[in-house]
């Protein structure tokens, strides 16, 4: 009888554990969800001539949900080919959130891909001191890539986010956000997958008996 009863609260009490977990997952990815789904992702290029001596980039980050977000948790991507220009220089023109500026708490960083239209992408961030977004609030972000001294000039023809179709914000598929890591917005280019070239074997010399 005591053997039954102790089976019968062992047994509840793992169903009572597993339905936490089951409650406590659905909250907590509920929230991250909602989180991603009020964010939208507006671009234009400043310049959209062929040939520039600086990529003219802006960003515009608004929330439509109903959840603030830290403006730390979110990066912007911009993909292009550097066409040989080197040194590149990175130079923040404005930012702000909500009306307040923020040029000195945006972070870049720029790191190698490999794609058809792309051998480039700037990654634009936020420090925690950039605040948080709250709903019905946007955050800006102009940038300018360039090479020191404008000595040389970039052809934007071959980048997969230029948009010359945008005059002003507007939503543009080319330009990828992160939130805490994860896509929510835009299309990453496809990547290259480089194939080795085959090696030949060297001859050997059998040995001589």
């Known amino acids: 009888m005591i053997k039954r009863l102790l089976y019968k609260e062992s047994t509840l009490l793992l169903i009572v554990c597993f339905l936490m977990q089951i409650i406590s997952a659905t909250v907590i990815g509920g929230d991250v969800y909602a989180s991603s789904e009020g964010i939208r992702v507006e671009?234009?290029?400043?310049?959209?001539?062929?040939?520039?001596?600086?990529?003219?980039?802006?960003?515009k980050v608004i929330n439509t949900g109903s959840s603030t977000v830290a403006l730390s948790d979110i990066k912007l991507r911009y993909y292009f080919t550097d066409d040989g220009v080197s040194p590149i220089s990175v130079f923040i023109d404005y930012a702000e959130n909500s009306g307040s500026g923020i040029n000195s708490c945006i972070t870049y960083t720029i790191k190698d891909t490999n794609s058809s239209d792309a051998n480039k992408y700037i990654e634009f961030g936020f420090n925690t001191a950039a605040g948080s977004l709250a709903p019905d609030t946007y955050a800006l972000v102009r940038a300018r890539v360039y090479q020191s001294g404008y000595n040389q000039v970039f052809t934007q023809t071959n980048d997969y986010s230029f948009c010359k179709k945008n005059i002003n914000f507007a939503e543009w598929d080319k330009v990828t956000g992160y939130l805490n890591g994860v896509l929510f917005s835009g299309k990453e280019p496809v990547e290259l997958i480089s194939t080795p070239s085959p090696v030949t074997p060297t001859p050997q010399m059998s040995p001589i008996p």
């Not at 671009?43 to 980039?57: P, R």
């Open 43 to 59: 671009f234009y290029n400043g310049d959209v001539g062929d040939s520039v001596g600086a990529l003219c980039t802006n960003f």
